[in-house]
């Protein structure tokens, strides 16, 4: 069974630009969450996805955005980006709030 | 407000030996938790999880422990080996509602020396 992929593994923006992440959930799970790991942070939680829907949001500026697609695949959208957006952003899925999640190795986001 | 602390930033332990390492949380209303394992370069890494209705759960060699009343899960691992050295996370969940998500501790450094 393949695992969460996520792309692209990094990426270098400078502040003020726009960036997009890409992320496949496992086949079968419908729902798709969004992570930051910012340094010395721990995990923080973005964003979840459920069968084409937010379903629920952290506490982000709406400058960060994302949707999910018919086959469950989701983007996360950062616009305007910051210094302090340099971070690690995970994605992971699940069948259901009753199953854990499965994540994605992350992808690499520096902003200079 | 943090509500899943893990207090020990690091753990050093002999292989062979056991590993316990420990979280608090603070809302009442979390009724799911799970234990990930992270290398560096890595996702998370999903290892066990204990629903609120039980006190322990095992798979292999890692068990969970829960005390509802203290607010207190422990993850065990016997016997602890080398390649069990990683950042270890609790996380939390209250599910059933629109608010769903997984509140994360800041992690526990495992280092298991041979």
């Known amino acids: 069974e393949a695992g969460v992929t996520q792309s692209p593994t990094h990426l270098i923006k400078t502040r003020g630009q726009q960036v997009t992440l890409r992320c496949s959930p496992i086949?079968?799970?419908?729902?798709v969450y969004w992570y930051q790991q910012a340094l010395g942070l721990g995990l923080q939680f973005l964003l979840w996805?459920?069968?084409?829907?937010?379903?629920n949001r952290g506490n982000f500026p709406p400058r960060f955005s994302g949707r999910q697609f018919p086959n469950y695949s989701s983007e996360l959208n950062v616009n305007a980006l910051e210094l302090e957006d340099s971070a690690l952003y995970l994605c992971?899925?699940?069948?259901?709030?009753?199953?854990?999640?499965?994540f994605g190795d992350g992808t690499r986001l520096s902003i200079l | 407000d943090q509500q899943v602390k893990q207090n020990s930033p690091s753990l050093s332990v002999q292989e062979g030996r056991i590993s316990i390492l420990n979280c608090d949380y603070t809302?009442?209303?979390?009724?799911?938790f799970l234990w990930y394992k992270k290398y560096p370069a890595e996702g998370p890494t999903f290892l066990i999880s204990i629903s609120s209705i039980k006190d322990k759960n095992e798979d292999g060699r890692f068990t969970v422990f829960l005390n509802k009343s203290a607010k207190h899960l422990s993850l065990h691992i016997v016997p602890s080996q080398p390649g069990d050295s990683a950042v270890y996370f609790c996380a939390a969940s209250a599910r059933g509602g629109s608010n769903y998500k997984l509140t994360f501790g800041k992690g526990t450094l495992l280092t298991v020396n041979p």
């Open positions: 809302n009442s209303m979390f009724d799911y």
């Open positions: 086949s079968g799970h419908t729902s």
């Open positions: 992971a899925s699940s069948y259901s709030q009753d199953q854990p999640q499965h």
């Open positions: 996805y459920d069968e084409g829907e937010e379903r």
